[in-house]
């Protein structure tokens, strides 16, 4: 790969990473610092095939298209299918518990696995 077309496809990926969001969920595991790390490993060493160059750019044009929501724009979800007959508050009570997990204290988590594991029915 050429110097300019590295440079290209390498501030390509930098710029789709820093806009790609932080995992809340998993802090010390960031989908920015694994793809980062390896994509500039594999772009840094000298002797790339044609196949290897075309291969990064697809991973960079990958990365970019689900930054910019290219396939929830494209496939509108519409109807009901959100909403499951057998348990119509499904995604919104996942949404909510994904977003409440990050900040549950210790004993909150304790609680939350007991609660899991003891039903009462």
Known sequence: M???A???VLRSLQEGLTKWPRDPLRPD???QDVVGKRLEKELSSSSLSAAQVEAQLKQVNA???LVENRYQNKYKIVGNL???RSNPTHYTD???ELQEAPNRTFFGRIAKRLGGLI???
Do not use: A, D, H, Y
């Open 82 to 84: 959100m909403e499951p």
């Open 63 to 65: 990365l970019w298209s």
């Open 119 to 121: 039903r009462f029915s």
């Open 94 to 96: 996942l949404i909510k």
């Open 6 to 8: 590295r440079t290209r």
């Open 29 to 31: 595991c960031q989908l």
């Open 2 to 4: 050429s110097g300019p």
